[in-house]
């Protein structure tokens, strides 16, 4: 697991009025004198899961950068208020056109990791999820996708290392 980034980049104007902010408190937060707002950077939430079915896991390739042409889980981020059951439903039938079935007890993986930039990190809530209808195919920001057999999963060039640990959970997992 990566480290944290011991003092990320600030924010330095308020989203909500532009106005400078102050210097970031012990928290990191830093307060709009204006609005009176204080800001933080926090990782962004993403969902992202694992598919099994007849014994091969579906994988998708990145069409787009960070990691592009690289592994990748189907999944996205977030909206704000979003639940994340919700948020991994949609992003699904965004990704690869497919409806799937999964709750929160199905959450295996919480992973923080780097996500573009150094001090960008997003927070992967990782699922086992299971498929229900649809036919996958590569849409949205996914260039391609793949039922990889489990003697395949070491060899695949992931983007990030927590997807394959999901992946090995997922298999062991049955």
């Known amino acids: 697991m990566p480290s944290v980034s011991p003092e990320p980049e600030p924010f330095r104007y308020c989203p909500v009025d532009g106005a400078p902010l102050d210097d970031p408190d012990k928290e990191g937060g830093s307060r709009?004198?204006?609005?009176?707002r204080s800001w933080y950077r926090n990782s962004s939430p993403v969902?992202?899961?694992v598919i099994v079915r007849d014994g091969k896991v579906l994988v998708t390739v990145r069409g787009v950068d960070p990691h592009k042409g690289k592994v990748d889980l189907p999944g996205g981020f977030l909206l704000n208020g979003e639940d994340p059951i919700?948020?991994?439903k949609r992003e699904i039938r965004e990704e690869i056109g497919i409806e799937i079935?999964?709750?929160v007890s199905d959450c295996v993986q919480m992973a923080p990791h780097v996500y573009a930039h150094e001090d960008d990190y997003n927070l992967a809530l990782g699922f086992i999820a299971r498929y229900v209808s649809g036919e996958p195919k590569a849409a949205d920001d996914v260039a391609e996708l793949e039922w990889v057999?489990?003697?395949q999963v070491e060899a695949l060039d992931f983007a990030w290392e927590h997807d394959r640990e999901l992946v090995r959970k997922a298999l062991a997992h049955g």
């Open 32 to 36: 709009c004198g204006v609005c009176g």
């Open 47 to 49: 969902v992202g899961c």
């Open 86 to 88: 919700d948020g991994l």
């Open 101 to 103: 079935d999964a709750g």
């Open 149 to 151: 057999s489990p003697d």
